[in-house]
């Protein structure tokens, strides 16, 4: 059985499970990981903060990195950010499924990661993503600024904390 039968149904633990692979996930391909620090996932909120922030005032000037960090903060909020993204990932069902298999090898390894830690590196990698090829022939995402979809949502999910 998979971790995408009983999702979004997720208790605490098999969210940040989740959350924490699909990250990894993101960041392990040959874009992410030359695209972005290998240590994206440790960062503060405040750190991603301040990434997100920078890309979202490009759609919306009165987001501030303080309203950002206050949704990344937020244990609820931060997991609405993550199923937002968790939903748009799992339309790759090749993704889905190393995620999936990920999920599956690590999900006793990951009992300390807070959701509220890594939706601000989850946040970072999806808004980037331009384009994901996940195949029998092809494993690739790639990555370039924020479309200006992904933008408003992350903006009005800011904007919404307030």
Request: charged share 25%; with cysteine.
């Amino acid at each position: 059985m998979s971790i995408w039968d009983t999702y979004p149904n997720l208790g605490p633990g098999e969210l940040r499970t989740l959350v924490a692979v699909t990250a990894q996930v993101l960041l392990d391909s040959d874009a992410g990981a030359a695209e972005f620090p290998p240590d994206l996932l440790q960062q503060s909120t405040a750190a991603t903060a301040r990434d997100i922030e920078a890309t979202l005032v490009q759609t919306d000037p009165t987001i501030t990195r303080r309203k950002v960090q206050d949704v990344l903060d937020d244990e609820e909020l931060a997991a609405r950010a993550c199923r937002g993204i968790l939903d748009q990932v799992r339309e790759y069902p090749e993704l889905a499924e190393k995620i999936a298999n990920s999920y599956e090898a690590r999900k006793q390894k990951l009992t300390g990661v807070e959701v509220v830690l890594l939706a601000g590196a989850l946040v970072i990698l999806a808004m980037r993503i331009k384009k994901i090829s996940w195949g029998a022939s092809s494993n690739s995402i790639i990555f370039e600024p924020a479309s200006d979809a992904v933008k408003t949502f992350v903006a009005s999910l800011v904007k919404a904390a307030d």
